[in-house]
């Protein structure tokens, strides 16, 4: 698409949510202060995302088609490896509509996989995004950092809201490539650390070495949540081709991604399976 000048925003902006999981749900919320309404769309959404929508109080439309013709704002918050796809989504549903939404893309990606969607829909109507901390209910734990040209009119729709936004500069990219740089901490390292347990079950001497690391006072942190391990995996593919893009070493995401995988996919029933560190 060819890019258009950057739109003002009119004072209550229609804001579309694409997709109201856990932290969807809660980004549609903070915006209700600010939009005129916060629609999302049905089609293809489970009953559990359905039902989050409703709690949040957002208003329900059938489908992404009826959502981008209404929205000013449209805001992906989805799982990382969808985040493409989504953006095509998009680009698709605005065909022929004379003017085009601001899209903020909200997920764990690539500073590439930004610009690329920022190519899709026009720069100057894409603003990188990146949250930091849990679904915020409540202000005080986490923030939204944007980047790109309309980040600081992004950032005006959260102004009181649970979710601190902070701009990054007018660029696609920063605000990504800060969420890949914590995530090495944030989902990298408790990989390595589940790493060690299922190497340790694997060879039978997870006894022996929970002793040593508390002879040698080690405090092993709390392991990520299995549950969300799916989702993960996209998120440190996408943190490896951050570090790739500059040269550096992929690998510890990458290998991260890994284990995320392997704990996806692994039977929960299965105690004698090194991954399972549910029981
Ligand atoms: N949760 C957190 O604490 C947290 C913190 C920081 C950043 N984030 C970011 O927020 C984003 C979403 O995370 P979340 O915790 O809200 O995830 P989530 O609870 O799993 O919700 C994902 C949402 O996306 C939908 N979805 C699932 N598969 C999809 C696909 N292939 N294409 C399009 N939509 C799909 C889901 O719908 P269905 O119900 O129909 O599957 C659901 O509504 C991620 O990019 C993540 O990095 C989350």
């Known amino acids: 698409m060819p890019d258009l000048p950057l739109p003002g925003l009119p004072p209550r902006p229609v804001v579309g949510v694409l997709h109201p999981g856990v932290m969807g749900a809660a980004v549609g919320s903070a915006l209700k202060r600010a939009a005129g309404a916060v629609v999302w769309a049905a089609a293809g959404r489970s009953l559990v995302t359905s039902k989050r929508a409703e709690i949040a109080d957002l208003v329900g439309v059938p489908d992404l088609a009826a959502l981008a013709a ?58 990188d995004g990146a949250i930091i901390g849990p679904p915020a209910w409540e202000p005080g734990r986490t923030r939204l950092w944007l980047s790109g040209a309309a980040a600081p009119a992004v950032a005006e729709l959260f102004a009181g809201s649970p979710f601190e936004a902070c701009v990054l500069g007018a660029e696609l990219g920063p605000a990504s490539a800060l969420k890949a740089c914590y995530a090495l901490q944030s989902k990298a390292l408790p990989a390595l650390w589940w790493a060690m347990d299922a190497a340790a079950r694997g060879y039978g001497v997870d006894a022996a070495l929970q002793g040593e690391l508390e002879r040698s006072g080690v405090v092993v942190p709390a392991r990520p949540d299995p549950a969300k391990a799916w989702r993960w995996v996209g998120e440190m593919e996408e943190a490896g081709d951050a570090l790739a893009a500059l040269g550096l070493p992929d690998g510890f995401s990458r290998a991260a991604a890994q284990v995320y995988r392997a704990v996806a996919d692994d039977d929960p029933t299965d105690r004698a399976n090194p991954w399972n560190l549910r029981g």
Do not use: K, M
Not at 82 to 97: I, K, Y
Not at 115 to 121: M, S
């Open 70 to 127: 209404r929205a000013d704002v449209i805001v992906s918050v989805c799982p990382p490896h969808a985040a493409r796809d989504v953006a095509v989504q998009v680009a698709a549903a605005l065909e022929g509509r004379a003017d085009r939404p601001l899209y903020v893309e909200a997920n764990a990606v690539s500073p590439a996989t930004v610009r690329a969607i920022g190519d899709l829909l026009g720069p100057q109507h894409v603003v």
